[in-house]
């Protein structure tokens, strides 16, 4: 029964900032994965950046350098800091958490936050 809320997106301009976050409802046990992803009409859901449980992290190309994903246990939360800020960068951003549930993974998702990168 685990919510995640999104937060921080808004308006900004081009190669400004945001950061968003994601806060969990309650302690979230067995997280395999934590990652943002965004989706644009027409297109399908991409991941943007991902962070295992390991600390691991991964992001799509067109983001590298650009983005960093970090998470903090103790708040129940991760970030998803965004710099130098582009058009196509613009897009409803999902906050996603995997955990073990039996012998699977389960996918847990936020309701989105939108980003809109303007002049």
């Known amino acids: 029964q685990v919510q995640l809320v999104e937060s921080g997106g808004g308006l900004v301009q081009p190669g400004g900032s945001l950061r968003l976050s994601c806060a969990a409802s309650?302690?979230?046990?067995?997280?395999?994965?934590m990652g943002w992803y965004r989706q644009t009409p027409g297109k399908q859901r991409e991941l943007v950046a991902r962070?295992?449980?390991?600390?691991?992290?991964n992001y799509a190309d067109s983001v590298k350098g650009r983005f960093a994903i970090s998470r903090d246990d103790a708040k129940n939360t991760m970030y998803l800091q965004m710099n130098s800020l582009k058009h196509e960068d613009a897009a409803v951003y999902y906050c996603?958490?995997?955990?073990?549930?039996?012998?699977?993974?389960?996918?847990?998702w936020g309701q989105g936050t939108q980003v809109t990168v303007s002049s």
């Open positions: 962070i295992a449980s390991s600390g691991t992290t």
């Open positions: 309650e302690r979230i046990f067995s997280i395999n994965a």
């Open positions: 996603n958490v995997q955990t073990f549930a039996g012998a699977g993974i389960h996918d847990h």
